[in-house]
């Protein structure tokens, strides 16, 4: 197995990035991440630029990111297979609200700002913060996802069809993730973790924290096409969709999830739309990224 540590974080998507391991088909690799914003412990301030931060933090990074990891003769236009083994939080982790100034907290009405702060307990799955709420764990990458093709630095905010900042919280231990490839190598970067999350992210921020260990076995298909992320995750199907508006990002997933109901159950498009009416949940991933995301969900024996 591949052990990478958080020595050489980097804070954006870029194509010539030179990998720091390359791994063959099938293989695992074992990551640590920083938390997202680069902070190497716990912290307290409200003033997201006045906490301390990682050596390698620069002002025009994103997330602090892992890697990449180049997959040997992976191409584009093949598909990335991501099993996601093992998924451990860190000690601690930080959620914000009204941090700085968004639309959204404008729309709020928030006129102060509030930091919680979370002593996470992995073994118990449990997480507290300082005023006493106790939270369920469910522990994930936020950012799982490869460069564009295009040449130059991208930032990690926006999510893209070959993955990056997708926040979908159903990419638990136990998930597999397909990604269209868009690059030789396919340049694999993870970060971004979350010990627990509700589905939209409405504050920009979920329980932000370290991960000690995530275990991600790489392999490439040619057989499982996609245009964007899916996964099969403990909740079952998910197909998921980015757009502008939650509309165009709804529409998206829903397009993916009756593609995949024609591949899984080999029935015509109208059926498609008429099973999924019945048996699949649409939701919102994330509504704080620019780019927004919707999810939807075929659950395990919903249709048979």
Avoid: K
Wanted: hydrophobic fraction near 40%.
């Amino acid at each position: 197995m591949r052990v990478l540590g958080t020595e050489h974080p980097h804070g954006f998507f870029d194509p010539d990035l030179p990998p720091v391991a390359t791994v063959e088909p099938g293989e695992t690799v074992r990551f640590a991440t920083l938390e997202s914003g680069w902070s190497p412990d716990p912290f307290e301030v409200t003033d997201l630029d006045g906490r301390r931060r990682h050596p390698a933090w620069t002002p025009d990074c994103g997330h602090a990111l892992t890697g990449p990891v180049a997959v040997r003769g992976a191409r584009a236009g093949q598909v990335l297979r991501i099993r996601i083994e093992a998924v451990e939080p860190g000690g601690w982790g930080t959620t914000f609200a009204n941090a700085r100034p968004t639309a959204f907290n404008e729309r709020y009405g928030l006129t102060g700002s509030a930091v919680h702060r979370w002593t996470l307990d992995p073994v118990a799955g449990t997480g507290r913060n300082q005023h006493g709420h106790t939270v369920a764990l469910r522990p994930f990458l936020g950012v799982i996802g490869m460069p564009p093709a295009e040449p130059g630095r991208h930032s990690t905010i926006p999510p893209r069809p070959h993955g990056g900042n997708l926040d979908c919280r159903e990419l638990v231990a136990g998930s597999t993730l397909w990604l269209p490839i868009p690059v030789a190598g396919a340049l694999l970067s993870v970060g971004d973790g979350h010990a627990a999350q509700g589905d939209g992210e409405v504050s920009g921020t979920a329980i932000e924290c370290p991960m000690d260990r995530v275990d991600l076995t790489l392999s490439t298909v040619d057989d499982f096409p996609v245009t964007g992320p899916v996964a099969r995750t403990p909740a079952g199907w998910v197909t998921m969709g980015l757009g502008y508006t939650v509309d165009d990002a709804m529409f998206e997933a829903l397009n993916a999830m009756f593609d995949l109901l024609g591949r899984l159950h080999g029935v015509s498009r109208p059926d498609a739309v008429a099973l999924a009416s019945v048996a699949v949940d649409l939701r919102v991933t994330q509504i704080v990224n620019r780019v927004v995301g919707a999810h939807a969900v075929l659950p395990p024996g919903a249709l048979r």
